[in-house]
């Protein structure tokens, strides 16, 4: 019993922490979101460094739905490219779909490591 109850107890005084920081992510990272006329989630990095940028993309929504479509790597780009701004972070991203496309069309890479390539951008 005293093992459950400190288990519990500490359990719960490290959950508000955690939804803290995760607050104060989700607060920091809503700067860079913006709604379209559709009211689709749109990434703004102008003036971002590449690294901020890379953070927020790896924890974006938009992400999610640009890999949803995951391997058509036509529609993948035609979605990025009407929900990202001009932006280093663009250019950056846009080498790295072409860099995966070529490995995978080559050979070089199966699907399953071509995905994990495109899931959390370094």
């Keep these: 019993m005293y093992l459950v109850t400190n288990l519990v107890s500490e359990a719960e005084s490290t ?30 990095f102008s003036g971002v ?14 992400k999610d739905k640009v890999l949803s479509y995951f391997p058509d790597f036509d529609t993948m780009k035609q979605i990025a490219g009407g929900q990202l701004n001009e932006s280093e972070f663009k250019t950056f991203l846009f080498n790295k779909f072409k860099q995966v496309e070529d490995d995978y069309l080559d050979g070089t890479v199966g699907l399953d490591q071509a995905r994990r390539a495109l899931e959390d951008i370094k």
């Design 49 to 62: 460094p590449l690294s901020k940028a890379k953070a927020v993309w790896n924890e974006s929504t938009v």
């Design 15 to 44: 959950t508000p922490s955690l939804e803290n920081s995760q607050s104060r992510k989700a607060k920091e990272y809503a700067q860079y979101y913006r709604k379209d006329v559709n009211g689709d989630d749109m990434l703004n």
